[in-house]
């Protein structure tokens, strides 16, 4: 069913990621108007016009390359809660977000991206990270490897002795006991930060530019993409418990992605170290 797709698709799905990004996202972008702008669950969780057309968009151009899938869209979700459950069922899914980091986008900053990933039975195919502001595109394809702008990238592993860079939830996006957890990256060693956009923090771990993210929040729009992209760079990834992060749900956080397998071993005991 996938296999034309991933290996001969790849390029008409980045075309309607860059197509859906000129016409929606960036004429808008340090443009909004007051009014295309809405708080959904507070002043930290934004949609604009630009969120809501550019999914309407990927939606009618991502199913029409793959007849009989579906979107699972951060929008849409928004609007129906039950579209979600279509990560669990036996129906393609393509999970995206129109704009991670649609703060950043709302302030007339670069650092937000649209994340487009491909999903089958919970198992990441593919994805696709596309920063408009910045004209650069990640791919990563189960079993192909990762690239960004045409060209192979590598997680490699942090310089031993350096501090670790973590990026980490924002406190204002989390619970008191999953914030104790990430109180526990304030250590020695540990450089923890707020993350931006998460889509381009995943970016950054899969090029060697960050060492690890630590993440309080499951929704699969947000980490889909990013977690096939730091896979096929070679990182890791793990939940508290020690099991791997599932895109449909049911983990127990926070959960860290990183360049490599000691690294996440690392932050998952500093993490339970304040559990």
């Known amino acids: 069913m996938f296999d034309t797709l991933l290996t001969d698709g790849t390029t008409e799905v980045e075309a309607a990621v860059r197509a859906a990004a000129a016409a929606e996202i960036m004429p808008r972008f340090r443009r909004l108007a007051e009014h295309e702008i809405v708080e959904k669950n507070g002043p930290y969780d934004l949609v604009t016009t630009a969120d809501r057309l550019a999914e309407e968009r990927l939606t009618a151009s991502l199913t029409r390359l793959l007849p009989g899938s579906v979107v699972v869209g951060e929008e849409a979700v928004h609007a129906d809660p039950k579209v979600y459950d279509a990560l669990g069922g036996d129906?393609?899914?393509?999970?995206?977000?129109?704009?991670?980091?649609?703060?950043?986008?709302?302030?007339?900053?670069?650092?937000?991206?649209?994340?487009?990933?491909?999903?089958?039975?919970?198992?990441?195919?593919?994805?696709?990270?596309?920063?408009?502001?910045?004209?650069?595109?990640?791919?990563?394809?189960?079993?192909?490897?990762?690239?960004?702008?045409?060209?192979?990238?590598?997680?490699?592993?942090?310089?031993p002795g350096d501090p670790l860079h973590v990026a980490t939830s924002h406190p204002d996006h989390t619970t008191d006991e999953r914030m104790r957890a990430l109180l526990g990256l304030r250590t020695e060693g540990i450089a923890a930060r707020p993350c931006g956009s998460a889509g381009l923090e995943y970016l950054d771990i899969a090029r060697g530019a960050l060492d690890a993210v630590a993440f309080t929040w499951e929704y699969a729009w947000d980490h889909a993409a990013g977690l096939l992209l730091v896979a096929e760079a070679g990182g890791a990834q793990a939940t508290l418990s020690g099991a791997p992060f599932r895109i449909t749900g049911g983990n127990t956080l926070p959960f860290t992605v990183a360049r490599d397998e000691a690294t996440v071993t690392r932050v998952l005991e500093a993490l339970r170290g304040a559990a």
């Open 91 to 159: 129906t393609p899914v393509w999970i995206v977000d129109p704009i991670d980091g649609t703060r950043q986008f709302v302030h007339g900053e670069p650092g937000f991206c649209t994340l487009v990933a491909l999903a089958h039975r919970g198992e990441l195919l593919a994805s696709w990270t596309y920063a408009a502001a910045l004209d650069r595109m990640a791919v990563a394809v189960r079993g192909g490897g990762a690239t960004l702008d045409g060209e192979a990238i590598r997680s490699g592993s942090p310089v």
